[in-house]
């Protein structure tokens, strides 16, 4: 039976295949190095006449390697991401913050998904949220290609009111294929090495264990669709009122492809902010997920923040804080954990903080430190565990809708599905759209 679904379990292993990043050598210097040698030999030939030396042979007379070599890739990549993260960082960010109001919740965040089903709106915001692509006109993605990640994110839509609309008993496969499709788009948006449709690699990349109910991800998996959608948040944008940095992530993305994870669907369960009291209550397991506040703190030198995490009674592992919080000011005030940030160095932490559905900010107690899931990463895994288990395991799908195999298990599964449904559309916009959008009673 599927007791399995409440089981909290994660083992790593070291592993690693052919590397898609590399440290050496410095692409960036071998950029210059090609410019400075333009400019030679540019000043070494007579307008008109022809060349005594080609450019690729005058490059290499200079020890120049090809920058189109396949070897360099990996160096390429690093460069892409790394130039990607700073310039994210150094900004103001643009994406806005947009209140909706609860009972207008389910319709207006249709409509701000239909509104991103635009070709010049998806060409506009392939640049608003990925900064290295140049700025003149001609500068990032063809009208094509936004033409396809438009149908991408019309089929998703599409998939989700299906879902919506339909059975507890099918709504697994319509969620996991509806963010299957938008995630197409939200790779393309904001990763780095992407820019077409077509670049991506045709796996799901990630493996579903059925012994064992368990997800399979990173190290030397094969790469596809999933390692590509954590590779899509290099940074991780941390906003509220009053607060608003870039988490520079591009550690844990290259880092992604060295360690492969097994993990439970119990264990990514406790890493949803909004199963945070039903897991407890279903599994008598404290959740991975604390209450966050950062607030202004008390210093005139320069812009800082306290974060506060916790709730006064529970609060993350010692182990947990020292590795998001590693170099900070480490504190402890009415049985919650502080933190001194400078809003300088805001970027360098390490903590996976997500959004919940009433823009509330949480501290996720990381088990797969030092790589950061975003969250909507964890819940492709979540829908494609799910989805296999409806697939395969039809009979024992039945059975815990039915309660027939446990009480806990039947709701905790219909808590998530409940819970996923209201917050899918939030999810997609906060990393596709203009707005960080967040429902209100305001």
Not at 324 to 350: H, L, M
């Amino acid at each position: 039976m599927l007791n399995e679904i409440a089981h909290d379990k994660f083992s790593k292993t070291e592993a690693a295949n052919q590397p898609i990043f590399a440290a050496e050598p410095d692409y960036d210097a071998l950029l210059n190095r090609k410019a400075e040698i333009l400019q030679e030999w540019k000043a070494g030939n007579k307008p008109g006449e022809k060349p005594a030396m080609s450019l690729r042979d005058y490059e290499e007379a200079q020890g120049l390697p090809d920058l189109k070599d396949p070897d360099l890739i990996p160096a390429k990549n690093t460069s892409l991401v790394i130039n990607e993260v700073r310039k994210r960082i150094a900004r103001e960010d643009p994406i806005s913050l947009l209140a909706i109001e609860s009972l207008d919740f389910e319709d207006a965040s249709i409509e701000l998904a239909e509104s991103l089903e635009n070709i010049n709106e998806l060409r506009d915001l392939y640049k608003l949220r990925k900064i290295s692509v140049g700025g003149n006109s001609n500068s990032g993605i063809t009208a094509d290609e936004a033409a396809r990640m438009k149908n991408c994110f019309s089929q998703g839509r599409e998939l989700l009111l299906a879902g919506r609309n339909g059975s507890l008993m099918v709504k697994p496969l319509n969620f996991f294929y509806a963010l299957t499709a938008y995630t197409y788009g939200i790779i393309i948006l904001n990763n780095p090495l992407r820019y077409r449709k077509d670049m991506l690699p045709g796996s799901h990349g990630m493996s579903y264990l059925p012994a064992t109910i368990q997800a399979q991800f990173g190290g030397d998996s094969p790469r596809g669709t999933f390692s590509d959608l954590v590779g899509a948040f290099p940074t991780h944008l941390v906003k509220v009122p009053g607060v608003s940095f870039n988490i520079d992530c591009a550690k844990s993305v290259m880092e992604f492809y060295q360690t492969k994870f097994d993990v439970s669907l119990g264990t990514l369960l406790s890493l949803i902010p909004e199963m945070a009291d039903y897991y407890k209550l279903t599994t008598n397991r404290q959740s991975r997920c604390f209450p966050l506040e950062i607030v202004n703190s008390n210093d005139i030198r320069s812009v800082t923040w306290e974060f506060q995490i916790g709730n006064g009674e529970v609060r993350p592992s010692a182990l947990a804080i020292e590795q998001a919080f590693s170099g900070f000011q480490i504190g402890e005030r009415y049985g919650k954990t502080t933190v001194i940030v400078p809003a300088a160095r805001s970027g360098q932490i390490r903590a996976m903080i997500y959004t919940d559905l009433r823009g509330k900010l949480w501290f996720i107690e990381n088990p797969f430190f030092p790589i950061i899931l975003p969250e909507v990463a964890v819940h492709f895994l979540i829908t494609s565990m799910f989805s296999n288990i409806m697939r395969y395991r039809p009979d024992e799908w039945g059975s815990v809708l039915l309660n027939e195999v446990s009480s806990n298990i039947s709701l905790l599964t219909r808590h998530y599905f409940s819970s996923f449904q209201r917050k899918f559309l939030l999810l997609v916009l906060r990393s596709t759209s203009r707005y960080l959008p967040y429902a209100t009673s305001a």
